[in-house]
T-cell receptor, first 112, second 115 residues
Framework: SQQGEEDPQALSIQEGENATMNCSYK?????LQWYRQNSGRGLVHLIL?????REKHSGRLRVTLDTSKKSSSLLITASRAADTASYFC????????????FGQGTTLQVKP | EPEVTQTPSHQVTQMGQEVILRCVPI?????FYWYRQILGQKVEFLVS????????KSEIFDDQFSVERPDGSNFTLKIRSTKLEDSAMYFC?????????????FGNGTRLTVT
């Protein structure tokens, strides 16, 4: 089964606007993580939210988790051109091992 | 800030050849992983490694693949006889603990091109 499907697949906004990316998953989870990937580079961990948490903030990032709907969202406020990247959600599929299952990702372009 | 380093950044090889991709995980991390990303597709889990043993592997990680920690710092992925479909970015990652509560730290990847 697919796990960690993001939408939209691509998002283009102006600098200063907010960007919202959504992720849906199918199986129960312990945690959900969001990663960022600049073109041609490795993934960088942004934020982790546990299954018993509903919302978490880190700087300009806000993540929500709705386990009843099996969905999460990542909000980037006051976006900057440097936020241009691909964003992936990753779930553990309740295995509670280090193995992560990544979604297809959302490609965000922030225009200056 | 400590980081995971991977070499080479780009490897071109002919079908049927063996390749070894190298990684130096973060020094105090105990759990190591390989993931791959075929162009335009998802990042896929290959294998996890702890205490000198494979702890989990995916269906992709067949007999053509092997991992090794030959010394205290390196972690390698070997593909015995490469196929065209092995062309992908291969990412090494490490973590302090091997649970879902521990973020993974990724290297910048090795782009493997099989011709």
């Amino acid at each position: 089964s697919q796990q960690g499907e993001e939408d939209p697949q691509a998002l283009s906004i102006q600098e200063g606007e907010n960007a919202t990316m959504n992720c849906s998953y199918k199986t129960s989870i312990n945690n959900l993580q969001w990663y960022r990937q600049n073109s041609g580079r490795g993934l960088v961990h942004l934020i982790l939210i546990r299954s018993n948490e509903r919302e978490k903030h880190s700087g300009r990032l806000r993540v929500t988790l709705d386990t009843s709907k099996k969905s999460s969202s990542l909000l980037i406020t006051a976006s900057r051109a440097a936020d241009t990247a691909s964003y992936f959600c990753a779930t553990d599929g309740s295995g509670n091992t280090g193995k992560l299952i990544f979604g297809q990702g959302t490609t965000l372009q922030v225009k200056p | 800030e400590p980081e995971v380093t991977q070499t080479p950044s780009h490897q071109v090889t002919q079908m049927g050849q063996e390749v070894i991709l190298r990684c130096v995980p973060i020094s105090n991390h105990l759990y190591f992983y390989w993931y791959r990303q075929i162009l335009g597709q998802k990042v896929e889990f290959l294998v996890s490694f702890y205490n000198n043993e494979i702890s989990e592997k995916s269906e992709i990680f067949d007999d053509q693949f092997s991992v090794e920690r030959p010394d205290g710092s390196n972690f390698t992925l070997k593909i015995r006889s490469t196929k065209l479909e092995d062309s992908a970015m291969y990412f090494c990652a490490s973590s302090e603990v091997g649970t879902a509560a521990s973020p993974l730290h990724f290297g910048n990847g090795t782009r493997l091109t099989v011709t």
